[in-house]
């Protein structure tokens, strides 16, 4: 209140981010007390004047009653008293917490799910490539030993070829003497 006026600033949609006009979420009310100092004054007068001056306090009073309750009525979300309403927020805070908190108990163990999978996945396509390199080798090893082994019977058979034409050559030598 400053200078006998009393300003009141409510939300009459309960918005409070949207309104920020003063000409619709402000109320003044005037508070004057015309009473003049004397007793020469008729009483009629004092009392009609009184009266007036305390029908306008009631009706600035009613106005900042409705005022005060239309923004309770905003704030409390169509609940009956602030406590009930208090509880049901702390209820709604209550779960959202609860509900994050599965959401990241669930989160972690897909994260651990996922990094056991992928350690699987690269032990199966280690194994895989050992298992390869395994086989190769034994192929490889195989393919030496018959390379080895027809290196063998190559120079057996050359052996045997040239023993052949040695006994020709000396068959026919003695064949062309007699």
Same mark, same amino acid.
């Given at each position: ?7 009141? $600033? ?5 918005? $409070? ?64 008293? $602030?406590?009930?309403?208090?509880? +049901? ?77 040695? +006994? ?11």
């Amino acid at each position: 209140m400053s200078n006998g006026t009393f300003h009141h $600033y409510f939300v009459p949609d309960g918005y $409070y981010e949207e309104n920020d006009d003063p000409e619709k979420c402000q109320m003044l009310f005037k508070m004057t007390d015309d009473r003049k100092c004397g007793m020469d004054e008729n009483q009629d007068s004092v009392i009609r004047d009184d009266f007036t001056i305390i029908k306008r306090h009631i009706e600035d009073a009613a106005r900042v009653l409705e005022g005060v309750g239309k923004s309770i009525s905003y704030d409390l979300d169509g609940e009956e008293s $602030y406590g009930k309403y208090l509880r +049901r927020e702390t209820t709604q805070i209550g779960e959202a917490f609860t509900n994050s908190e599965k959401s990241l108990l669930e989160l972690e163990v897909k994260f651990k799910q996922s990094q056991e999978n992928e350690l699987k996945e690269e032990h199966r396509i280690n194994d895989d490539f050992l298992n390869m390199i395994v086989h190769t080798r034994d192929v490889l090893k195989e393919t030496l030993d018959i390379s080895i082994a027809l290196k063998d019977k190559h120079e057996l058979l050359s052996l045997i070829i040239r023993s052949h034409g040695t +006994r020709l050559s000396r068959l026919k030598n003695e064949y062309m003497k007699v």
